[in-house]
């Protein structure tokens, strides 16, 4: 019997009990339509956060405080307190360094007539607008001026704009208070959206000095404002190692530590980028492996209805060996019905997966939306696996249909 | 045609061994028409299995048409069913979800025939007077039209023998009638060698020698 043949009685075979057929592969179709939609979510997910992420600038560098050990107690990270302007100043003349951005981070109540909103204030000089790759919408930036002047400005984040005025335009030089102190409005930034860690829009920034000395003070270590963190960026992508090799060792020459016991830490987009993929991608194994035991399970009853299968049509598989059916032609009869229930539950599954993929990008959670992603590789995986463990569960009932004696097949009532 | 020396089946039930057959030596020649008759229990229905190759003997030789049948594998006697063997059962034994046409032509799909096959079971159809049947299930048909799908199906291949085991049991007697002048039509018109395993002694009347067997051994008689 050749191929065709075989799957023209094959699809006899597997058309003759409907109902029984279908529920079959309906086992397969949820086990698919899981295994596709929750990977193309957890890569969705993986491609929003990683967006989101390289919209903070490029060739970004991270100097934050380490955490202080008092008495042999360590106190959390960040808690140091010993980053200042004077090491923001080092950290400049260091070679491949083009820019460097110190901030001060705070809470403040930011309020204009009747509204108010609690949100993060950040102390910044002029340079951090484009460290941090960001742009205007509307007015103007913190100059150099008004750094040194400790103006009272403030530039709104879009989101607190939009919470205070109703949007990005008419906020330029009204008056807002942010904790009781009146600042004026000289900009407003332009929207990026969540980076699903705290969103950028939600916040306001003032000239360093002003926070230092007014909004947010701090703490003072040898005498000087302390910073929460210094941004660089370093001129060159190809030399973020050297540069950050370069930037710790001033550090650590400045305030006198040793490898292991430094009171600050230096990362990048990449370390938090590669630690970020890492995640999602754990995540969507283990989602996958889940929506895997499904397929499993499915797979368990394509075996079982196909050993009913083999046991009800014991006669007529006598039949079909009096006749002069071989054994390989029983075998591959029973193997090809579960492969096409396997196939086409398969086929069904990756239908019904994209479609649920398409209807959770619709959905909003948050501020955040994902925008699922099926890729090819994941449609190949599944209905690869789904032909695998049809084949698999398959070929125990086969061998039981094939080596039925032809004697006892046909007395079998 | 069938030259059996000797032969011998013994199954074994749980802890006890059955003779089925205890030496039993015959001669079938091309052409003839045989009943193999006794009661049941006799082995009657152990030789025709063995004659058919569906079974294969304990001890024994078994020529079918020159080739020792004894020796070989399952695959082997597989494709001798398929070509030399025609089967004609009591319960008809048609696949009950194929159309007439498609049960005749089972066995040119075993044998890998690749052309011709609706067309050549269309005419075994109508040389059985089921031309106008060809589409129907077996549940459409009478006992006696698919006892008739079952005669052209064993016939399709061209078999050497065609081997009926109470062909008529399931029918009444009009169609039992017909269905016994087809078969033995068969026989005038084409030579085939036609074996009727059967303890009907209206059916034994029609053939030229009747084979008795009793407790696994044979008593030649003529009839």
């Known amino acids: 019997m050749n191929l065709t043949q075989g799957i023209l009685s094959a699809l006899e075979g597997v058309t003759a009990n409907k109902l029984r057929s279908s529920l079959t592969m309906l086992g397969i ?31 970004l560098i991270y100097v934050r405080p380490g955490s202080t050990q008092q008495g042999g107690v360590a106190s959390a990270s960040g808690s140091a307190g010993t980053l200042t302007q004077d090491d923001a100043d080092a950290l400049l003349s260091v070679a491949g360094v083009a820019a460097v951005a110190p901030e001060l981070e705070g ?40 750094v040194n002047a400790r103006s009272s400005i403030v530039v709104l984040g879009s989101g607190v704009a939009d919470d205070l005025f109703g949007g990005t335009a008419g906020a330029v030089g009204q008056k807002v208070r942010i904790n009781s102190q009146p600042y004026t409005v000289v900009g407003v930034l332009a929207s990026k959206g969540s980076t699903g860690l705290g969103s ?20 003072r270590y040898r005498g000087a404002s302390v910073l929460s963190s210094i941004n660089v960026q370093a001129a060159n992508s190809d030399e973020m190692d050297s540069v950050i090799e ?25 370390d938090l980028l590669a630690t970020i993929t890492e995640v999602t991608n754990t995540l969507t194994l283990f989602l996958g492996g889940i929506a ?100 698999f569960f398959g070929i125990y009932p086969a061998m039981r249909a094939a080596n039925l004696a032809p004697v006892e097949a046909l007395r079998y009532e | 045609m069938i030259a059996i ?7 074994r039930m749980g802890a006890v061994e059955v003779q089925a057959l205890r030496g039993v030596s015959l001669k ?33 030789r078994y020529l079918l048409d020159g080739v020792a049948v004894d020796s070989m594998t399952d ?67 009478s006992g006696g039209q698919q006892q008739r799908v079952a005669i052209a199906r064993a016939l399709i291949n061209n078999p050497a023998i065609l081997l009926a085991d109470e062909p008529t049991g399931n029918l009444d007697s009009r169609s039992g009638e017909e269905i016994m002048q087809l078969l033995l039509n068969l026989n005038h018109e084409h030579g085939i060698t036609l074996v009727f395993v059967t303890h009907d002694p209206k059916i034994a009347q029609h053939t030229q020698r009747i084979i008795q067997v009793r407790d696994g051994l044979v008593e030649e008689g003529l009839a």
């Not at chain 1, 209905?383 to 049809?390: E, Y």
């Not at chain 2, 025609?86 to 032509?105: C, D, I, P, W, Y």
């Open chain 2, 28 to 60: 079938i020649e091309r052409g003839e028409v045989v009943s193999i008759m006794g009661p049941s229990g006799s082995g009657k229905s152990t030789l025709m299995n063995v004659l058919g190759c569906l079974d294969q003997s304990t001890t024994g």
């Open chain 2, 75 to 141: 695959d082997q006697l597989a494709e001798v069913r398929n070509r030399k063997i025609g089967f004609v059962f009591q319960s008809f034994n048609l696949l009950r979800r194929l159309t007439a046409r498609r049960n005749v032509e089972l066995p040119m799909l075993y044998a890998g025939v690749e052309n011709g096959r609706r067309r050549r079971a269309a005419e075994a159809l109508e040389a059985v007077g089921l031309g106008d049947r060809m589409d129907h299930r077996p549940t459409e048909l």
């Open chain 1, 292 to 391: 895997a035991i499904s397929l499993l399970v499915g797979g368990i009853g394509i075996m079982n209805i196909m050993l009913v299968s083999v046991t009800e049509r014991t006669r007529e598989i006598g039949i079909r060996k009096a006749i002069g059916a071989r054994k390989r032609d029983i075998l591959f009869q029973f193997l090809v019905e579960s492969a096409v229930l396997s196939l086409v539950g398969g086929a069904i599954g990756n239908l019904v997966g994209w479609l649920i993929s398409l209807a959770m990008g619709q959905v909003q959670f948050g501020s955040t939306s994902i925008k699922p992603t099926v890729d090819i590789d994941a449609v190949v995986l599944a209905v690869g696996f789904s032909l695998v463990v049809g084949l």
């Open chain 1, 107 to 146: 809470r403040g109540q930011v309020s204009y007539l009747g509204s108010n909103v609690n949100t993060r204030a950040i102390g910044v000089t002029p340079d951090y607008l484009t460290v941090r790759n960001m742009s205007l919408a509307d007015g103007e930036f913190i100059s150099e001026a008004n």
């Open chain 1, 200 to 219: 950028v829009d939600d916040q306001v920034l003032v000239p360093l000095s002003t926070a230092q000395a007014r909004l947010i003070g701090g703490n």
């Open chain 1, 246 to 270: 370069q930037l710790t060792l001033v550090l650590r020459e400045r305030h006198d530590t040793i490898e292991g016991s430094d009171d600050f830490t230096v990362s990048n987009q990449q």
């Open chain 2, 5 to 11: 020396e000797n032969i011998t089946k013994t199954y």
């Open chain 1, 29 to 59: 179709v949820i086990g698919v339509a899981a295994v596709i939609s929750l990977v193309s979510i957890g890569r969705g997910a993986q491609a929003s956060v990683t967006a989101q992420i390289e919209q903070n600038g490029t060739n």
